[in-house]
């Protein structure tokens, strides 16, 4: 089964460009994470989505939105790009809403590794 | 507001000797504790996980403790390898799932 795929790996950007990040999860999974992971503040929740609806919201700018589409995969875009977003983007997927369970661990990709000069 | 915390931004151990990585959490409502391993370049991979209502948990080399009087838990990994050398975060969820900023975990042959 394949895992969850992030495109694309690295991107650079310029302050004030708009950027729109892809997320596959795995085949059967309708939850969808996004997370930031920046040093020293570890793994800063976005949103959920589950089955194309947004479930919940972590605290950042209406700049940072997403969305899902009926084949679960998801985007993310981020607006008017500040040098503050550089940072590693992650997305993860599991069977169940609400940042998985016990028996349904989140499962992450390897992330887009973004840069804003 | 950070409900989960680790303390310990590194730890360093020897080859074959016990790693304790620790993380604190500050939300009781929280319903499971997991522990997730990242390795450079990649995205952080399920290690190991405890209910609530659970004190302990044990998978192999791995335990988890959960003290809920101290709104505590901790990893243990016994004996350590080198292979086990990563980033490790301490996780929560309640409605989404809630990560601590990570102990580097070194373990020296």
């Known amino acids: 089964k394949a895992g969850v795929t992030q495109t694309p790996r690295y991107l650079i950007k310029t302050r004030g460009q708009q950027v729109t990040l892809s997320c596959s999860p795995i085949?059967?999974?309708?939850?969808v994470s996004w997370y930031q992971q920046t040093p020293g503040q570890g793994l800063q929740f976005l949103f959920e989505y589950f089955s194309e609806t947004q479930r919940n919201k972590g605290n950042f700018p209406g700049r940072f939105s997403g969305r899902q589409f009926s084949n679960s995969r998801s985007e993310m875009n981020v607006s008017t790009l500040e040098l503050g977003d550089s940072a590693l983007y992650l997305c993860a997927s599991s069977l169940v809403s609400g940042g998985g369970s016990y028996n349904s661990p989140l499962h992450f990709g390897n992330g887009t590794r973004l840069t804003v000069t | 507001d950070q409900q989960v915390k680790q303390n310990s931004p590194s730890l360093s151990v020897q080859e074959g000797r016990i790693s304790i990585l620790n993380c604190d959490y500050t939300n009781s409502m929280f319903d499971y504790f997991l522990w997730y391993k990242k390795y450079p370049a990649e995205g952080p991979t399920f290690l190991i996980s405890?209910?609530?209502?659970?004190d302990k948990n044990e998978d192999g080399r791995f335990t988890v403790f959960l003290n809920k009087s101290a709104k505590h838990l901790s990893l243990h990994i016994v004996p350590s390898q080198p292979g086990d050398s990563a980033v490790y975060f301490c996780?929560?969820?309640?409605?989404?799932?809630?990560f601590g900023a990570g102990t580097r975990l070194t373990v020296k042959p």
């Open positions: 996780a929560a969820i309640l409605n989404d799932m809630r």
């Open positions: 405890i209910s609530s209502i659970k």
């Open positions: 085949s059967g999974h309708r939850s």
